[in-house]
């Protein structure tokens, strides 16, 4: 039923996936909604709107031409494995470290890229904070994703250190993004980002999403991202 419903939805889309990537894509499906069960992973489970609201808008933050060197990518806050999981089943060839704060979601990502076989797929426990100032992570990714819940100039300073001059940085955002932009001007220029971009896309539901790309021109400096909880208590505005 989940492959038949996804091939209805994805019709729709200008993705295509063949039919290892859907069974991969069932099984990572079946795999979360079986530990939804024990740990709170996600609210969406229907088929029809976990294709939509996960996995369709996890690979839509892909961009063929911004993204055509790239190699490896971060997922800054990625949860139940959002956007990284279904990215690294749309795009195999990338490599890609998964990072989450909290231990219970690494240990259902570690049983994800077990079952699932995946190669060149790296899992860290830690806060953004603190993993972006170690040097074998700092400024390392061609590209930094983010779907989590947090303010763009605080996921500015969680993410950028990460990227590389010449990567970006990927927000994903809601419908409603004008005032985040604006207050995040400032934080993005401190952290080396810059030529903001915001691309605003229509999923097949016909749910408004607004992905935000955001290009590292300078080195970010070496105090950020500052102490474990203070961007969020005091960003940069």
């Known amino acids: 039923m989940f492959i038949e419903e996804f091939q209805k939805i994805v019709k729709k889309t200008s993705y295509t996936f063949n039919n290892e990537q859907l069974m991969q894509l069932e099984r990572f499906y079946d795999l979360l909604i079986e530990w939804n069960k024990k740990i709170n992973l996600t609210a969406i489970t229907e088929p029809k709107d976990f294709i939509i609201k996960h996995i369709i808008d996890s690979v839509s933050i892909w961009d063929n031409k911004k993204f055509a060197e790239t190699e490896n990518i971060i997922d800054i806050g990625t949860g139940a494995g959002f956007p990284g999981i279904p990215l690294k089943i749309y795009k195999p060839d990338k490599k890609i470290v998964l990072l989450d704060s909290l231990d219970k979601r ?132």
């Open 106 to 237: 690494i240990r259902f990502l570690q049983t994800v890229t077990k079952k699932l076989e995946f190669k060149d797929i790296f899992l860290i426990h830690s806060r953004a904070e603190d993993a972006a100032h170690n040097f074998e992570l700092r400024e390392n990714f061609d590209l930094c994703v983010s779907r989590a819940v947090a303010k763009l100039n605080v996921l500015a300073e969680y993410c950028l250190p990460f990227v590389k001059v010449g990567g970006y940085f990927v927000a994903m955002k809601g419908a409603s993004i004008d005032n985040e932009l604006k207050e995040a001007e400032r934080s993005i220029d401190i952290l080396g980002g810059s030529n903001i971009e915001c691309n605003n896309i229509k999923l097949p539901n016909g749910d408004n999403r607004n992905l935000i790309y955001i290009k590292k021109f300078s080195n970010s400096p070496n105090k950020f991202p500052r102490k474990a909880g203070i961007p969020d208590k005091k960003p940069l505005i």
